[in-house]
């Protein structure tokens, strides 16, 4: 069951997507980028659930099966490729990984469990001490894809009701309430991986998309209202993507429950009025563009930029961010066109089931070498002497007043760094020195 297309909401993803690239390349120019993952949140939400109510509208049932399998299809190839490959290529390029945690971040990864997965990284000694994990973004992933699994069979419960919508959104502010309390409650400044990582206390962004999706016949019906609250949606996210920062424990105590209903105001705009200017702007074909391959974007961006450091390429800021940039986005195309594309098209006839086939052969051989693949802590002699040689990449002036998301102060020292930084994929204590080029 497909849904119209509405260009703005392309565009809407590329701006979060954009978002996070800057606060992972250039912290300082964007310090709240982090936030456009709640935005993906809020998306998600509200595409999934019209999916599943227009479906049940239009032939009286939703197939649970069916779409499960879409999400399978739509997802797992190019999150296999990427598995794939960063387990084949960490031995060289990344340097400092630990070879059994890479093992379970994998798996972890593969099954879509790693938010949890990156909660018990942070009490584990050996994890502790070895270098931010490459496939640390996934754990976004893992919330969404465990919301996919419980979701829909709420959904199927409450369309029995008299009337569902109404059920459906009394079920959204409820779970949204007691998502915002317990983020505020399980918030803990010297660990705060169990609210930043965790299924429950992330779940209000999702929540408030479900709820937004539930709610548009009501919405259409109050523009003038619907263009005041995106109106200040726009403004709350502006200001939270410049000023926000990444140590503050207001965003478990609100911070992130405000962003997730600002992210709704807005999008509850784009959806009801695609003509309006703005819409239009973000409709625009090159935004369209990127935000239609931005799951690989996301995807790829982050074992991306730990590679072409500073170390490697020889730049810095602005044209190693750019650099970066023009990698991930020339990754995310080939993965869109040649992997996730193919798998989505109702072709027959050999090029499906041969499509088909690579796809499963990618993600098994992704699972088994996760298991089995060497991963040296250490990289090759010939690599480690290059590396050594070469400067580090310079942390933007202002990168020491940005520390990443809940980072505790006065918590136990740690080996290894990716970035001062991190906050898109995660609260970081590791406050020792790099062990290896610093590569943000």
């Known amino acids: 069951m497909s849904l119209r297309h509405l260009p703005p909401l392309d565009g809407l993803r590329a701006v979060a997507l954009c978002a996070v690239l800057v606060v992972h390349g250039m912290p300082a120019w964007l310090p709240g980028g982090f936030l456009g993952v709640d935005v993906f949140f809020v998306l998600s939400g509200f595409l999934i659930t019209s999916l599943l109510l227009r479906e049940a509208e239009v032939t009286g049932r939703v197939s649970l099966g069916g779409f499960w399998l879409r999400r399978v299809r739509r997802l797992l190839p190019a999150l296999a490729l990427l598995v794939l490959t960063v387990v084949l290529a960490a031995a060289y390029l990344l340097p400092g990984q630990e070879p ?16 949890w997965r990156m909660v018990l990284r942070d009490g584990d000694y050996f994890t502790a001490t070895a270098a931010a994990s490459p ?5 976004s992933l893992a919330i969404e894809e465990q919301f996919y699994l419980l979701w829909p069979v709420l959904i199927l419960l409450a369309l029995r009701a008299r009337r ?33 990582f965790g299924s429950d206390t992330r779940a209000a962004a999702l929540l408030a998309g479900c709820a937004l999706a539930a709610a548009a016949p009501v919405v259409a019906r109050h523009p003038t209202a619907r263009r005041g609250a995106a109106v200040a949606g726009v403004a709350l996210l502006a200001g939270f993507a410049v000023l926000a920062g990444g140590a503050g424990a207001w965003l478990y105590r609100g911070g992130f429950a405000l962003t997730a209903l600002a992210a709704a105001a807005v999008l509850a705009e784009l959806a009801a009025a695609p003509g309006t200017p703005v819409a239009r702007l973000l409709g625009a074909a090159p935004l369209g563009w990127v935000g239609r391959i931005s799951y690989g974007g996301y ?21 190693l961010f ?28 050999p090029l499906r089931w041969a499509v088909g086939a690579a796809a499963g052969l990618a993600a098994a051989t992704a699972a088994a070498l996760a298991v089995v693949a060497p991963a040296p802590v250490v990289a090759p002699p010939v690599l480690a002497a290059a590396t050594a040689a070469q400067p580090s990449d310079p942390a933007p002036s202002t990168a020491s007043t940005v520390p990443p998301v809940g980072a505790p102060v006065g918590g136990r020292a740690r080996r290894g760094s990716w970035s001062s930084a991190t906050p898109c994929h995660g609260p970081s204590v590791r406050t020792g020195p790099p062990t290896r080029p610093a590569s943000r």
């Open 164 to 196: 569902p919508r109404r059920l459906i959104g009394a079920l959204c502010a409820a779970g949204f309430a007691a998502s915002t309390v317990a983020a505020a409650v399980l918030f803990d400044p010297m660990h705060p991986g169990r609210a930043y």
């Open 299 to 319: 995807l790829w961006h982050w074992p991306l930029f730990a590679v072409l450091d500073a170390g490697r390429t020889g730049l810095h800021g602005p044209r």
């Open 322 to 349: 750019a650099l970066r940039v023009a990698a991930t986005l020339a990754v995310a195309a080939a993965s869109f066109y040649l992997v996730e594309q193919p798998l989505r098209r109702p072709w027959t006839g």
């Open 100 to 115: 059994g945690a890479l093992r379970t971040d994998a798996v972890a990864a593969l099954t879509y469990w790693a938010n």
């Open 135 to 139: 496939l640390q973004h996934t754990w």
